[in-house]
């Protein structure tokens, strides 16, 4: 969180840094949404209210690039695609 807290309200931006945790799921993969549980924490700060942004940090990877010894042609395949540290429902949709 960034700014101040008054009267139930953030005076600025929550920022959700992730890890790349591929099995963070919604309620519909198995259990609870993880947005529950970010919710609860931000009431436990006495947050009510959010006048900034949520802002998501995914720098916690190094930047996609190409296995060793692939192709271009390569990059268009499903195994290709790359893993990042805000990933959800292990990169399917968001439901």
């Known amino acids: ?15 959700v840094i992730g890890f790349g945790d591929p099995s963070l799921m919604d309620a519909s993969a198995s259990g609870p949404p993880p947005f ?14 959010v006048t900034g942004r949520i802002v998501g940090d995914d720098s916690a990877f190094e930047p996609h690039t190409p296995g060793f010894g692939w192709s271009w042609d390569d990059l268009v395949d499903d195994y290709s695609a790359p893993a990042g540290a805000l990933q959800f429902n292990e990169g399917g949709p968001f439901t």
């Open 1 to 15: 969180m960034s700014g101040s807290i008054v009267s139930g309200t953030l005076n600025g931006d929550v920022v």
């Open 36 to 49: 529950d549980a970010w919710i609860a924490a931000l009431k436990q700060h006495g947050i009510q209210r």
